[in-house]
């Protein structure tokens, strides 16, 4: 199974990822299995996101002017799986600057596009986060969300060492800083109303996609899905979006 089969993607999607863990690989990955199934995909970002590692293997567009960039892509796309990257510009750390809102809905409305994936908030290469106030940049047109996290982070230090704005984590759950991050306290943060599904859009579906899941952390990852279930996830992924295959398993409510 991929992971356009584990998150049931129809023919036309846009995908919002949140959180931390591992969200610009399954960006990346997401795009390379639509291409692969014949359809055209836009890798993106409503927040300032980075490329794929290694060789880049697709176009990048990069047009500061969201008119010449949308004229960029719509000729790249004209033959079916294809995909291109697209962004405003190139910020500090390599990072690619964001599309607005605006410019979203547009390329949601394109018939050339079947795939627009999207990353919707930073983490700072940490495995776990809980959003700021001024975050995740989610788009209304967003026809799924996923929630991101990684595997890594169990049993880890509640500290900026491997969380993303840790205070944040700890005012969602009742935790201390420093306290060991437990599958409890990620489902709690991923299911929150101010964690996971924040600016969630209505309408929008919502999903978990827990990353890095090795052997030696296959429990702990079941026992944060099946906590996520049981507060009304509907599905659940479990996966490690840089292997073959990259599903582990899917945990449904």
């Excluded at 969380?163 to 709690?188: I, K, Q, Y």
């Excluded at 026992?223 to 292997?243: I, P, W, Y």
Aim: aromatic share 2%.
């Amino acid at each position: 199974m991929d992971l356009t089969d584990a998150l049931v993607l129809g023919e036309r999607e846009v995908v919002a990822l949140v959180g931390g863990g591992g969200k610009t690989t399954a960006m990346y990955r997401l795009c390379r299995e639509a291409a692969a199934r014949g359809r055209r995909a836009v890798a993106s970002g409503t927040a300032r996101f980075t490329l794929p590692p290694g060789r880049l293997t697709s176009p990048l567009l990069v047009h500061r002017d969201e008119s010449d960039l949308l004229r960029a892509v719509r000729p790249r796309l004209a033959t079916a799986g294809s995909w291109v990257i697209a962004a405003t510009g190139l910020g500090s750390n390599e990072r690619l600057l964001p599309i607005s809102n605006d410019m979203v809905t547009t390329l949601a409305a394109e018939p050339e596009i079947d795939l627009l994936a999207l990353e919707a908030d930073g983490s700072a290469l940490r495995p776990f986060k809980a959003p700021a106030e001024h975050e995740p940049a989610v788009p209304e047109a967003a026809s799924l969300v996923i929630a991101v996290v990684g595997a890594d982070v169990f049993g880890r230090p509640l500290e900026p060492a491997w969380v993303h704005r840790p205070e944040r984590v700890a005012h969602l759950t009742g935790a201390s800083l420093g306290d060991r991050v437990t599958p409890a306290m990620v489902a709690r943060v991923l299911c929150h109303e101010e964690g996971g599904r924040k600016g969630v859009p209505a309408g929008a579906r919502f999903m978990v996609l827990i990353n890095k899941v090795s052997p030696r952390r296959l429990a702990a990852a079941r026992e944060a899905a099946d906590l996520l279930t049981a507060s009304g996830v509907q599905s659940v992924v479990l996966a490690q979006a840089r292997e073959e295959p990259p599903v582990v398993e899917v945990r449904t409510a």
